[in-house]
């Protein structure tokens, strides 16, 4: 059975730095993108972008390069998404989710999610 | 803003048939398939539709997908109270090398 399971939900405050993780397992890691979507309160989802862990190839969302990374560990079949200084703007529900494609927005498997809250 | 348009609500009594239209461009739903997901408020999105039109296993026949030109729309057919939640349409987007959401449409069962 595939699953992504996201590490627990995090309260940070302005200027600290977190990484998030994304777990895949039931499926090879390595033959399939991991893409990182936001949900900001009440709002919709936004693709931020995606890595292949097979050759951790990324490909970043305009809005969103420069200020999250994303890489992943393959002897883990793990991915992440990193801020080095968190706004309260940061403030949001972050899932990753699974394609064959980079691009294409086929996300056949999502985690649950994880709840980032940054606030003084 | 978001790339693709999509109706902030729509709504429906058990057994109607329902629309939801998504609405994009020629670097969008014009040279690319078209997703839609499910997501009901507290959890994570599901996927119903992929390539326009085909579903996932485990989706309900009742849920159908076209697209036409620049614009898609998802349909759902016998609808049924546990219908409600939110849905999202997604696509590739050329001029932006990314993947872009609708705004999504919150859809309610009377």
């Known amino acids: 059975e595939v699953q992504l399971v996201q590490s627990g939900a995090e309260v940070k405050k302005p200027g600290e730095s977190l990484k998030i993780s994304c777990k895949g397992s039931?499926?090879?890691?390595?033959?399939?993108?991991i893409a990182w979507v936001r949900q900001m309160p009440g709002k919709g989802l936004e693709w931020m972008g995606t890595i292949y862990p097979g050759d951790s190839d990324t490909r970043y969302s305009p809005s969103f390069q420069g200020q999250v990374t994303i890489s992943a560990d393959r002897s883990t079949t793990t991915a992440y998404l990193h801020w080095s200084s968190l706004k309260a703007s940061d403030t949001a529900m972050y899932f990753c989710?699974?394609?064959?494609?980079?691009?294409?927005?086929?996300?056949?498997?999502w985690g649950q999610g994880t709840q980032v809250t940054v606030s003084s | 803003q978001s790339v693709l348009t999509q109706p902030p609500s729509a709504s429906g009594t058990p057994g109607q048939r329902v629309t939801i239209s998504c609405s994009g461009s020629?670097?969008?739903?014009?040279?690319?398939?078209v997703y839609w997901f499910q997501q009901v408020p507290g959890t994570a999105p599901q996927l119903l539709i992929y390539k326009d039109n085909q579903r996932p296993s485990g989706v309900p026949d009742r849920f159908s997908g076209s697209r036409s030109g620049t614009s898609a729309s998802l349909a759902i057919s016998g609808l049924r109270s546990e219908d409600e939640g939110d849905y999202y349409c997604?696509?590739?987007?050329?001029?932006?090398?990314?993947?872009?959401f609708g705004g999504g449409t919150q859809l309610t069962v009377l």
């Open positions: 989710a699974r394609s064959e494609y980079a691009l294409n927005g086929d996300f056949d498997y």
């Open positions: 039931g499926y090879t890691f390595t033959d399939n993108w």
């Open positions: 997604a696509s590739s987007d050329d001029s932006l090398r990314g993947v872009v």
């Open positions: 020629n670097s969008n739903i014009g040279n690319n398939y």
